[in-house]
């Protein structure tokens, strides 16, 4: 009983005490991503009843979620990593977030092996088909990689990655939180070999979907993860050079000849194709491109869009082209800043957690910098699904097919936003003097 007590007063000095004004923008942000939404579907029908339970229904719903669940869960039972402990568990029992972790591994090998029964649209032949009816006709290799990435629960199909990125961001603050309790935040093996083990089995499950993309996602929220964390400048030095591998990596595939079978494996064609301009992806890129140039400076008006009729995917992967196709420059550049306050109001929350300067020792002060940890992964995950989309849309970047948060089309991807959004509601409230 004393547990159900303490868990309410504490859930109402949250709700007292958190900074609810955060979700002022999504909110505004999500609006304009229903009107993406209904523009591109026929007028003669829209099913507004299904778009008001995925757009509106479960984002509120996993909102809730993420609010109510209290962040000390997730360290309850902690993973310590000093000589003589057991990984998996220890005194005090399994880790809920190794749990996590493992829960989202099998989540990918039941995307990549399980759900044959799938289906996905597809454009050129006007209907759904499975994997097996796909590979009967020997093509349509990107419909068929796509059903690796995604299942289909109670009728809503949603890609894992974006359950599977949560997951991991929880697992890494985890991590992170143990790792500064043990002191292990400086020059030692345990600095540079758990995080790459925490990584290594969700990479190598993407792998095989394959998903290169969301690996990059995935090994760029693990280093922005550890490079927030207080540590010595000599630390920095080796984790900054260690961003100069993707681009050593992209530059080397853009110097391999066109008819080299590595340039046709899924993945690595796009980022071959951004340095060639042609090529899977990149004409995409060049669309969205071309469609930006025709909305100019004032745009062609709400409505009077094209490419969101035209380019498969326009919704999720090019948001940012139909607003700017639609809008133009004058009222996307409002839209961007916007964008990046949203994203310093996360990441000053994060700050704002009031951390003891010590080693934290007791539960509460653990408890308090796991919370911190979450709140950078939460404001990370938001940052690079802003920059990632944009990037692609103006071909600064190659294509990854990332979505806008907030704005691009319901569904999996606006829930998890908003269960991310609670959590950080419910963070917020630790930046009171109180919670020291």
Request: aromatic share 16%.
């Amino acid at each position: 009983m004393n547990f159900v007590y303490d868990y309410f007063s504490s859930l109402s000095e949250k709700a007292r005490y958190g900074k609810w004004q955060l979700l002022f923008l999504p909110a505004l942000f999500c609006v304009i991503g229903f009107y993406i939404e209904i523009s591109t579907l026929s007028a003669t029908y829209i099913p507004f009843k299904s778009l008001a339970v995925k757009s509106v229904l479960f984002p509120l719903v996993f909102l809730f979620i993420g609010f109510i669940l209290p962040v000390s869960l997730w360290r309850r039972y902690v993973i310590r990593f000093r000589s003589g402990v057991r990984v998996l568990w220890n005194r005090d029992g399994f880790s809920f977030a190794f749990l996590l972790l493992v829960f989202a591994v099998f989540l990918l090998m039941v995307a990549i092996w399980g759900g044959s029964a799938d289906k996905i649209y597809v454009v050129g032949l006007g209907g759904s088909y499975t994997a097996a009816e796909l590979k009967e006709m020997g093509k349509y290799q990107n419909e068929i990689v796509m059903l690796k990435r995604q299942l289909t629960i109670a009728g809503m199909t949603f890609q894992v990655g974006e359950l599977v990125k949560i997951f991991f961001m929880i697992f890494v603050a985890k991590m992170l939180t143990d790792m500064r309790s043990n002191e292990q935040i400086r020059w030692c093996k345990e600095f540079f070999l758990l995080p790459f083990l925490a990584f290594l089995p969700i990479a190598f499950m993407t792998f095989l979907m394959p998903n290169y993309s969301m690996i990059m996602i995935f090994a760029l929220l693990l280093f922005f993860m550890i490079y927030v964390q207080k540590m010595e400048y000599k630390l920095r030095i080796p984790l900054t050079l260690l961003l100069v591998i993707p681009v050593v990596i992209a530059f080397s595939i853009s110097k391999l000849d066109a008819d080299d079978s590595l340039v046709n494996v899924h993945g690595v064609n796009r980022i071959w194709a951004f340095f060639h301009d042609t090529g899977p992806g990149s004409d995409q890129q060049n669309e969205a491109l071309q469609a930006m140039q025709d909305g100019g400076i004032i745009g062609k008006g709400p409505g009077e869009g094209t490419i969101k009729l035209r380019l498969f995917g326009a919704r999720n992967d090019f948001a940012f082209t139909i607003l700017g196709e639609e809008l133009g420059f004058w009222l996307m550049f409002p839209i961007i800043i916007t964008m990046m306050g949203f994203l310093f109001a996360c990441f000053w929350v994060a700050a704002g957690v009031k951390t003891s300067d010590s080693v934290p020792k007791n539960r509460e002060e653990k408890a308090v910098l796991l919370a911190q940890n979450i709140a950078w992964g939460i404001a990370i995950i938001f940052a690079l699904n802003i920059f990632l989309h944009i990037g692609v849309n103006l071909k600064v970047l190659p294509n990854t097919g990332q979505p806008l948060s907030f704005v691009s089309s319901g569904g999996a991807n606006l829930a998890m936003n908003f269960f991310l959004m609670g959590m950080l509601v419910q963070i917020s409230s630790f930046s009171r003097e109180e919670w020291k």
